[in-house]
């Protein structure tokens, strides 16, 4: 350690699957530029994912918890999961998300979704420009009938269960999100958003009542809400008005796909599962095998993690540095997107640029 270094930051990395290891390498290299002199990495690894089920018969061990959840300062994950990969039941046997969000209790799951100058999106250039968070709460829901529902060869059932307890303090942490932040890019108002389908289903009425009681704390924040379908709309039509958009899990997983669009794809878009005791970060997409090993990948979501992952242990200055290098890569025309996405320097050159941004 030099002697201007103040700190030493404990990391857990699991790498993944597809193109998990390509993405963690781009971030663990950006993290080390953005750090130089400032913190020293103790990266330790996690075996998880899809080919870990396939060595051990679990996609993560149970020891490896424990040691998220009480020896690192946070963890940086990889995509997780491979299509052929699958448990008895058919579904999918290499995914970490219950695993994860349950065991760590990571009940808050953040997704800025942020335009990058220079990034061709799916909207108008008059659009302007979009900088929201989508908070998704990330262990109830539909979701946590996740290997629960029941099915036989003529019906199948999932069941959607929310409490109290979780919709507050989802509700709290959007409401003390929205206070840090600038407000929407179209009015500046600080504002949370709920979105749901209360007109339909009584589990979702549940979560806008509580939603509300909980907007009473809060009062230097406006509380306005949406339907799931025309939050899908607006938020390609008008995603100006956004600041905060707080919803159940499974609207959420769902909504920041449809806003990843507007800003250049999944590829651009990290988050934050983040809990009282632990937090892990990752990109929102998947694996993508068919393109592993092809360096082909764009790895701005998980270096964009890698920044969030500064921002919860005290670094916020140094993720902000993080983000501005991917801002001035794009903008200086360094790093293109060709039309699927794919950065046409690729994934190795992608971060060589951006560290080199932050190292020069």
Known sequence: MTAATTRTLTLGVIRGDGIGPELVDAALQVLGAALAGVAELDVREEEGGARAYERNGTALQD???????????????????????????????????????????????VRPIRTVPGVRHALHPDTGRIDHVIVRENTEGLYLSRGLGVRNDRAAADQMMMTRHGVERIARFAFRLAEQRSGAPADGVRRVTCVDKSNVLRSYAFFRDIVSEVAAEHPGVELDFRYADAAGHDLVADPG??????????????????????????????????????????????????????????????????????????????????RAAVDAAFAGGGVVLDERGSPTVGTAGTARIVAGLLSG
């Open 63 to 109: 020891d490896a918890l424990a040691r998220i959840r009480g020896e690192y300062d946070a963890t940086l994950k990889g995509p997780v999961g491979l299509p052929g990969v699958r448990r008895p039941d058919g579904t999918e046997a290499g995914l970490l998300g219950g695993v994860l969000r349950g065991g760590l209790d990571a009940y808050a799951n």
């Open 241 to 322: 008005h956004f600041d905060v958009v707080v919803t159940e899990n499974f609207l959420g997983d769902l909504l920041s796909d449809v806003a990843a669009a507007t800003v250049g794809g999944l590829g651009m878009c990290p988050s934050g599962n983040i809990g009282d005791h632990a937090a892990y970060f990752e990109p929102i997409h998947g694996s993508a095998p068919t393109i592993a090993g092809l360096d082909r990948a764009n790895p701005v979501s998980q270096i964009l993690a890698a920044a969030m992952l500064l921002d919860h242990v005290g670094l916020r200055e140094h993720g902000d540095r993080i």
